[in-house]
């Protein structure tokens, strides 16, 4: 069973539009959850980072975690070009949590 | 601010030749570092990942090995690349604690021919 499991997509979402990108994880108890935004040919860059049960916002993305259901999501508001990019989910893990599970990205396209 | 490095950028490299790429960390003292491949079109894969100097801990068996000689140096090496070890190689940190984040310097793109 893979630790953490996203939808590869595509996604493709209208200029203006809300993106919503869903990400699953199999580690009870993993306490840190990220999202990283990979454009191509790039290293991954992170966007957000939540570590209680609920909504974090900053700017226009927004982070949703429920740990009963294990579930970790990323809103983008506004959704504009420079968005289209490959968005990683991301949990810790292994002993201590120093290891990262990474999901294999959801391909997002912003249409103009 | 901390700042992660990486070289060489992109490297060609025939089978069977040795590998060694580089990673440095400044603005930080004791960083966790991590080294992941990413092959076209597919997921990050955990190599190795540091506590400390001299300490590796490997998460697949291949022929990859990983060295920290300095507190935050670390190196990826191999005697005789294989073609399967093509892919996007990057280095991350992050400061050891549960509930900070990773950052990933910028990746070494090799290519095996």
């Known amino acids: 069973q893979k630790e953490v499991e996203q939808n590869s997509g595509p996604l493709s979402v209208p200029e203006g539009a809300i993106a919503s990108l869903n990400c699953t994880y199999s580690?009870?108890?993993?306490?840190?959850f990220f999202w990283y935004r990979q454009y191509s040919g790039k290293s991954p860059e992170l966007i957000m980072s939540?570590?209680?049960?609920g909504d974090k916002e900053d700017g226009r993305f927004t982070a949703q975690l429920n740990k009963a259901s294990q579930y970790v999501s990323l809103l983008i508001r506004d959704s504009q070009p420079s968005d289209s990019a490959t968005y990683l989910c991301a949990v810790n893990g292994g002993v201590a949590g120093n290891q990262f599970y990474f999901g294999t990205g959801t391909s997002l396209t912003v249409i103009p | 601010s901390q700042t992660i490095h990486q070289w060489p950028a992109t490297l060609v490299q025939p089978v069977g030749s040795p590998l060694s790429l580089e990673c440095t960390v400044e603005g930080t003292s004791n960083p966790n570092l991590y080294w992941y491949r990413q092959a076209a079109g597919r997921g990050l894969q955990l190599l190795f990942y540091s506590v400390g100097i001299g300490q590796i801990s490997s998460e697949v068996p291949q022929n990859l090995s990983a060295s920290r000689p300095q507190d935050r140096q670390f190196i990826l090496s191999s005697k005789k690349l294989l073609l399967s070890d093509s892919g996007f190689y990057l280095c991350a940190w992050n400061s050891g604690s549960t509930y900070n984040e990773q950052f990933f310097g910028p990746g070494t793109r090799l290519t095996v021919l």
């Open positions: 580690d009870r108890v993993s306490q840190s």
């Open positions: 939540i570590y209680s049960n």
